[in-house]
């Protein structure tokens, strides 16, 4: 019976390895993209607060990153990373036009009309692509998603937080591709309570109409922003002390075990991949949990920035895997080039690697290669290996002004700089750097470099792409 178990297990290792490496059919391609979702807000990262099953089904099923970086601390540099493989600085929206972390409504910049943003990549490579969700790239009319590589969009033009005033009533803006067609009241819970589900009727709709040709669905959560908000029968579904921040969470388990549903009554879920993951670290304050890791969003410990990840793809990824080599949502662009066999020839330069091999062989050895943590304008420290540079010490007087006036999350600033051993120490809590000089000046030679590149603050290296700015922006709700 042993030996009989093990030629079965080897047959399906074979079966798997050989459809991973099938390349003559792109798969569908969806991403469900969290706002503020903490790297222990799910069961299958540690809560013991929130309840998650259908994700942690898909965990089983499919494979769990440990060591998987969103783009930026915060929304919009993530998401700007997430849409052109590079970090937010080398495409001009690591900061606003004001110097602030993120953009606001009527902000003069967005995204670049001038790169080819990952819906047009996957437009030339056949897709049709759809975004749900919210957006946080500009909310003037250039910069929208539908004049982007979007052949759809319903969702928010920015965070529920930005509600624009009027009749002193903050107001959000839902969109159905360049239309508002609703005025959500951010304080009204039965509003915004109703997100979640709206946008998961939306996104199954469209898969539906498309699920006959290859398609790229760009599913991003509003929740769990604050404000928090869910339907009542989730509010019964967590013991997070912060109850509506744990319904949130127990609402898109929901709607993702939807999603995965419709992906099998459709007869498509073979031939779609699908990744669950976050824009940035939690927000304790607000319910959410970082697990062991240190910090928080809006700050380069390891709590702000490091994330849940799950990859699911029935028959081409080994269930129940886990990736402990970093990797991050710069990744995915050419990740996703891969797959859907796209060949680029437009000599720009991207700072994410194809990591399709990672889904299928996710225990194999690999180089390091250097992950770097910016933030409002600096670069506040870089991961190579296992080893992580704290460069938050060598800031200056001004520079830490600077840094700190952009972001409301205190920076924790050292007098010198900081070296830590992830594998070891992911809670970063055991500076090494006296006792391994050559790593602090190997990682050293590597920050230096990408400075001399991108620059810091408003001194643009001569490697940014500037972005275009709006000269007379206009609020979309007037």
């Not at 993209?33 to 790297?39: N, R």
């Not at 269930?319 to 050419?334: E, F, I, M, R």
């Not at 060598?394 to 007098?415: G, P």
């Amino acid at each position: 019976m042993r030996n009989a178990l093990m030629l079965a297990f080897a047959f399906l290792s074979v079966t798997l390895d050989s459809l991973a490496g099938d390349k003559t059919t792109p798969p569908n391609i969806i991403l469900i993209f969290c706002d503020d979702l903490g790297y222990g807000d799910l069961s299958s990262y540690g809560s013991v607060w929130n309840q998650t099953p259908e994700i942690d089904k898909m965990a089983v099923e499919g494979l769990r990153f440990t060591d998987f970086y969103a783009g930026a601390p915060v929304c919009t540099p993530s998401r700007a990373g997430l849409m052109t493989g590079c970090y937010a600085r080398r495409v001009d929206l690591d900061l606003d036009a004001e110097n602030q972390w993120v953009l606001f409504p009527k902000s003069q910049k967005g995204i670049n009309p001038a790169e080819t943003i990952l819906p047009e990549m996957l437009k030339k490579a056949g897709y049709a692509t759809a975004i749900i969700g919210k957006w946080h790239l500009g909310d003037q009319p250039v910069f929208l998603p539908v004049n982007n590589g979007f052949d759809y969009w319903f969702g928010l033009p920015y965070s529920n937080d930005m509600g624009i005033r009027k009749n002193k009533i903050p107001l959000l803006p839902l969109m159905q591709n360049e239309k508002v067609i609703d005025e959500i009241n951010e304080d009204s819970q039965s509003d915004l309570s109703t997100i979640t589900k709206r946008y998961t009727a939306e996104a199954i709709k469209w898969i539906g109409q498309n699920k006959d040709h290859p398609f790229f669905l760009y599913f991003a959560h509003t929740m769990p922003h604050n404000p928090v908000a869910a339907r009542e029968q989730f509010h019964l579904k967590t013991i997070n002390p912060k109850e509506s921040y744990g319904a949130s969470i127990a609402e898109i388990s929901w709607s993702t075990g939807r999603i995965l549903e419709c992906l099998k009554k459709e007869g498509i879920a073979k031939n779609t991949l699908v990744i669950f993951t976050s824009d940035n670290g939690g927000a304790p304050r607000w319910g959410a949990n970082n697990g062991v890791l240190k910090g928080r969003k809006g700050q380069v410990y390891e709590g702000g920035i490091r994330v849940p990840c799950i990859a699911w793809w029935p028959g081409k990824i080994h269930p129940g895997a886990t990736c402990n080599a970093p990797a991050s949502v710069l990744d995915l662009y050419p990740t996703f080039a891969a797959l859907a066999n796209f060949q680029f020839n437009d000599n720009v330069r991207r700072d994410g690697n194809d990591i399709s091999d990672y889904l299928f062989h996710p225990d194999a050895k690999r180089e390091a290669r250097p992950f770097y943590y910016w933030h409002v304008g600096y670069l506040q420290a870089v991961r190579y290996g296992d080893w992580k540079l704290s460069l938050l010490g060598r800031f200056s007087k001004e520079e830490q002004q600077n840094i700190l006036k952009s972001t409301y999350h205190i920076a924790d600033f050292s007098d010198h700089i900081e070296l830590y051993n992830l594998r070891e120490d992911p809670g970063e809590s055991n500076d090494v750097s006296e006792k391994h000089p050559d790593i602090v000046a190997e990682i050293l030679k590597l920050a230096e470099k990408e400075k001399r590149e991108l620059g810091e603050w408003t001194n643009k290296g001569p490697e940014v792409r500037k972005t275009l700015y709006v000269e007379s922006p206009e609020p979309i709700i007037k």
